[in-house]
């Protein structure tokens, strides 16, 4: 079997401020694994770690796989970019063509996969700052989806949004998982951490233990 990814005596810092202080946990390959705690906790860090976006200011990540998709929480979107949903979809598939690259038929036939999967293809057309918070949040999780990636990391996909949003995100990251994809996540959400292969617990940037 596979190693997992595995975070060990991982510490990072924002400037002087100690985000996560000497984590270690794994996450096992082709499965959920959910992060939670509360606002602070670190939670945030270890995706964004892991996303390559932060440099460890101690430890090492071991057993990443080549290619990883981020969805950042929805308030991380700008309202005034001048950009439709169509196009922040496409975008997943910049990632591996290249920011100026022209996406190919096979490219956009994914794009179309993944804003009906989210059911928000008739949403196409529109600004992504003019959508209300469920919507947006499904384009994001579309753009990570059309990234196709061995590894998901999602920031609480499911904060603040209505009961069908849920169930469409919800199915989307079920989908992902039967594809083999590897999927860690940040999350408030109970039943949804219920539903996950793999739960850690993290404090004020450190592991809890229950």
């Known amino acids: 079997m596979d ?14 401020h100690l985000a ?12 959920v694994t959910a992060l ?15 996303a390559g976006l932060l440099r460890p200011t101690h430890g090492s990540i071991s057993g990443l796989p080549s290619t990883v998709a981020f ?25 591996s063509r ?28 529109r600004r992504l700052g003019s959508l209300s918070g469920g919507q947006r949040q499904r384009a994001l999780v579309a753009q990570g989806l059309a990234q196709r990636a061995d590894l998901l990391l999602l920031d609480e996909p499911l904060a603040g949004i209505d009961a069908r949003a849920t169930e469409d995100i919800t199915e989307a990251i079920d989908s992902e998982l039967s594809r083999g994809t590897t999927i860690v996540m940040a999350t408030h959400e109970r039943t949804q951490a219920a539903r996950a292969d793999h739960v850690v617990h993290l404090r004020q940037g450190a592991l809890a233990f229950h």
């Not at 984590?23 to 499965?31: F, R, Y």
């Open 98 to 125: 290249g920011l100026f690259a022209r996406l190919g038929g096979d490219d956009q036939r994914i794009v179309d996969d993944c804003l009906a999967q989210l059911r928000i293809d008739d949403l196409a057309s």
């Open 3 to 16: 190693n997992p990814i595995t975070l060990t005596n991982l510490s990072c810092h924002y400037g002087a």
């Open 20 to 31: 996560l202080d000497q984590v270690t946990l794994t996450a096992p390959l082709g499965q």
């Open 36 to 50: 939670v705690g509360a606002n602070g906790s670190g939670k945030s860090t270890v995706l964004v770690a892991l």
């Open 71 to 95: 969805v950042p929480q929805r308030s991380s979107a700008p309202d005034h970019l001048p950009i439709t949903v169509r196009q922040v979809v496409a975008m997943g598939r910049w990632s």
